[in-house]
């Protein structure tokens, strides 16, 4: 399985980004999705998941309000549109796929992908 993030870049405070992560896999509709991020110096921390059929989303509080996840399954791909950002969503956001929902909300994903970088300046 492959998943390639993209959509990162430089945005100022208060702006919006939509990052896009593509699977191979034909069985993409089957795994629930996730975005995770890490910042320097930090650990990943989650930061929303979606159902395999897009019907249950997750959240965390830091993402509430202000990112949306969802996904296109007849594109094997999922998104993530982020408004108002803050500098401290600076991080590197990564994509991944999970067979078991509550390993999902868990962070316990089967397949990571390369992520993508994204720069929020104050």
């Known amino acids: 399985v492959q998943l390639q993030a993209s959509g990162g870049g430089l945005v100022q405070a208060g702006g919006s980004l939509s990052l896009s992560c593509a699977a191979s896999?034909?069985?993409?509709?089957?795994?629930?999705m996730g975005w995770f991020r890490q910042a320097p110096g930090k650990e990943r921390e989650f930061v929303a998941v979606?159902?395999?059929?897009?019907?249950?989303?997750h959240y965390a509080d830091s993402a509430k309000g202000r990112f949306t996840i969802s996904r296109d399954n007849a594109k094997n791909t999922v998104y993530l549109q982020m408004n108002s950002l803050k500098p401290e969503d600076t991080a590197v956001y990564y994509c991944?796929?999970?067979?078991?929902?509550?390993?999902?909300?868990?962070?316990?994903?089967?397949?990571w992908g390369k992520g993508t970088q994204v720069t929020v300046s104050s």
């Open positions: 991944a796929l999970a067979s078991i929902w509550g390993a999902a909300l868990k962070g316990t994903m089967d397949y």
């Open positions: 896999r034909r069985t993409f509709s089957s795994y629930h």
């Open positions: 979606i159902s395999w059929g897009g019907g249950m989303t």
